[in-house]
């Protein structure tokens, strides 16, 4: 009888300790989650938007059943990211208003769980850039929906900028900025200056933030309709893979190498895998000394066969979007997402 209570005893301790440290291991890593999510749309025809397509009568036929099916979908792969743990932030670009954002979210982590950041942009289409974050491991210090404007087209609207200062898991000051730049439409070079002023804006901010705080955590994350070696990202941005050597100015682009050395992609074009959802962060979150840092390596796609389709014109399982012009296949996104994990230096 005493050999048996030690030997519970012995389990109850073992136990507990087991837990403890997986609740620590938990605490040491913020996660941080970047999807084009194509387009989150609800089912109402919104005046002075063009999303007229996106409702029962519209030209796509999108019904309640479908808006349903997507937000399943999306929040299923979501939830796949990190099997401990939801994320603590998510970008999602695409999403039509912040009460898809809300019902996605919800579906996610259940109702208040999430708490959203987001503003209707001036997008003629009505797709807007948004954040979510988790309650429990983020607090917003502030805000700020960056205008872009483009010098030689100023009647062309596009999205904002989404700027957010904030504290992680009462350690660290990040500052996100969430992007959803000017399509490749007409042609990569043709469209690419539109691209270039957005990434001139995105630079002077963090320019600003650097010229206040040299050591301030930055991340931009997103889908930029450029690649990593496009001159928006690496020129004017000033995002590189310099592991050596970098000034504190240069940033560094997580998903870089995914894109140059290993092939990779997040948006299937004709059989081409393009790296447009990148990662980048500034030289001091790569610099383990004290709170939140993170790896070269730390980028990665999420790609799961179930949220894939066999492409038989190419040979190759692509992403399952939701449509392919107007013809619905009730996929996921036509977007893989992109995340990477912070870890905590312990003191």
Do not use: C
């Amino acid at each position: 009888m005493l050999k048996f209570k030690i030997i519970i005893a012995l389990f109850s301790f073992f136990s507990f300790f087991i837990l403890k440290t997986n609740a620590q291991d938990k605490s040491q890593v913020f996660t941080l989650l970047s999807y084009n999510v194509e387009n989150l749309f609800d089912t109402i025809n919104t005046p002075g938007k063009r999303d007229g397509e996106f409702t029962p009568e519209g030209s796509k036929h999108w019904n309640s059943e479908r808006y349903n099916t997507k937000i399943n979908h999306l929040a299923k792969v979501i939830q796949s990211i990190n099997t401990n743990e939801l994320p603590e932030i998510i970008g999602l670009y695409e999403v039509e208003n912040k009460a898809v954002v809300n019902d996605l979210l919800a579906k996610v982590g259940g109702n208040g769980y999430y708490g959203i950041v987001h503003k209707e942009s001036p997008d003629i289409r009505g797709i807007d850039v948004a954040m979510g974050y988790r309650k429990d491991e983020f607090k917003v210090l502030s805000k700020d929906f960056i205008r872009v404007i483009y010098n030689f087209a100023p009647d062309v609207k596009t999205r904002d900028i989404l700027y957010v200062k904030g504290i992680a898991s009462q350690t660290d000051t990040l500052h996100i900025f969430l992007n959803h730049w000017s399509s490749r439409r007409g042609g990569q070079e043709k469209s690419e200056r539109k691209r270039v002023q957005t990434a001139k804006i995105v630079r002077s901010k963090v320019d600003s933030i650097q010229a206040v705080n040299k050591n301030a955590k930055i991340i931009i994350m997103g889908d930029f309709n450029d690649e990593p070696t496009n001159y928006s990202i690496s020129y004017f941005l000033q995002a590189n893979d310099k592991r050596l050597n970098a000034k504190n100015f240069e940033l560094y682009n997580l998903m870089f190498d995914k894109s140059n050395l290993e092939n990779k992609g997040t948006f299937s074009y004709r059989g081409t895998w393009n790296m447009l959802d990148n990662l980048i962060v500034s030289q001091s979150l790569l610099n383990k000394n004290k709170g939140y840092y993170t790896t070269f390596e730390a980028g990665k796609i999420f790609r799961a066969d179930w949220m894939l389709y066999y492409n038989n014109r190419i040979d190759e399982k692509t992403p399952s979007r939701t449509y392919g012009g107007k013809n619905y296949y009730g996929g996921y996104s036509d977007h893989l997402p992109v995340y990477f994990q912070l870890m905590k230096v312990n003191e």
